[in-house]
């Protein structure tokens, strides 16, 4: 509680709509954090001290060693999908409760991963900087041509919500069939729904023109994208990263890329974001984008209310809808 109200305290540490600031502001009171960059790690958690939740996005890492210096945190409300930023078992550890915003951001990513598989696909990002630099002469038969989408084959890395929403594209909307490697395979009547086959990771890298990453980050899945796996892939196909940027390792990408041993990659994550790995950025041959996948006002609004609803049921007695810990 706040010494002068009977209020909670909680620390808001990134930048929230301001219906959802004011929601807050109603049930707790409200540190907050409202710069453009995030807190340094030394005053996130000299500004947690004391209280009673966190209201984080995935720029926040909260560590055991956080948790121990500021034992009055009873709950972390993370407004992102992905918790690889929060070390979930010392929070269970501690009895602090951990929720993200799962489904809200499914179809916006899903949307987004589609568009940069296109886009890298279809040497988008290449034509323009190649038009705005002034050398745009002529047409010609092959001047930029890029890989075939539709009816080509769609691998995917990791077959969650996210993962399934992809598919439904590639299948309905492209005529993709599609392959898929998961740690479970789906039931057998959402993979005739989405048309999808689960396949070994072997056969998965072999096969697919496009392989869009999407599996949640984790010790194991650490580089799980790295030479040896990348030597697997068709020299024609591409790479798409909307999920965590630890999966790929960016040294060997930029390799392949460059020696053309795959066509090309459409990256939203990087490992050390939001510096890039500089042996990204001279490629012409990769997208860029700058972890925006979830970007849309309303499905950034919904995390953002999601996050907040978990927050408030969480510190006022009542069910938060989305732990992520019991
Ligand atoms: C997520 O929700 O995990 C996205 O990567 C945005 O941070």
């Not at 560590?63 to 690889?84: F, I, K």
């Not at 006002?297 to 927050?311: C, I, K, Y």
């Amino acid at each position: 509680m706040s010494a002068l109200t009977d209020k909670p305290a909680v620390l808001v540490a990134r930048r929230a709509p301001e219906a959802v600031l004011q929601r807050l502001q109603a049930s707790f009171e409200v540190d907050y954090h409202d710069g453009e960059l995030p807190l340094p790690p030394a005053e996130l958690q000299a500004r947690l001290h004391g209280k009673a939740g966190a209201y984080i996005t995935g720029t926040e890492r909260i560590t055991a060693a956080l948790l121990d210096a500021c034992p009055a945190l009873r709950v972390v409300c993370t407004m992102s999908v992905g918790y690889n930023h929060i070390d979930l078992a010392a929070c269970t550890a501690r009895g602090v409760l951990v929720t993200n915003t799962p489904d809200v951001l499914t179809e916006s990513t899903a949307d987004f991963g589609f568009a940069l598989l296109m886009a890298t696909a279809r040497r988008m990002s290449e034509g323009e900087r190649l038009l705005r630099d002034g050398g745009w002469k002529s047409w010609a038969w092959d001047f930029l041509a890029g890989s075939e989408v539709h009816g080509t084959t769609l691998g995917i890395l990791g077959m969650g919500r996210i993962g399934q929403a992809i598919a439904r594209r590639g299948h309905f909307g492209f005529g993709m069939p599609v392959i898929y490697h998961n740690r479970s395979r789906l039931p057998v009547d959402t993979e005739a729904e989405l048309g999808a086959r689960y396949v070994s990771k072997e056969t998965l890298l072999r096969e697919a023109d496009h392989l869009v990453l999407v599996l949640p980050y984790s010790a194991e899945a650490h580089h799980c994208i790295a030479a040896p796996e990348l030597a697997l892939m068709k020299p024609t196909a591409t790479l798409v990263n909307v999920a965590r940027g630890g999966i790929v390792d960016e040294d060997a990408l930029a390799l392949a890329l460059r020696e053309r041993r795959i066509a090309a990659a459409g990256l939203d994550v990087f490992e050390g974001e939001p510096r890039v790995n500089p042996a990204l950025l001279t490629l012409p041959n990769v997208v860029l984008t700058p972890h925006i996948a979830s970007a849309t006002l309303p499905t950034r609004r919904a995390m953002a209310g999601l996050a907040a609803d978990n927050l408030i049921a969480a510190l006022t007695g009542g069910k938060p809808p989305t732990p992520l810990n019991p």
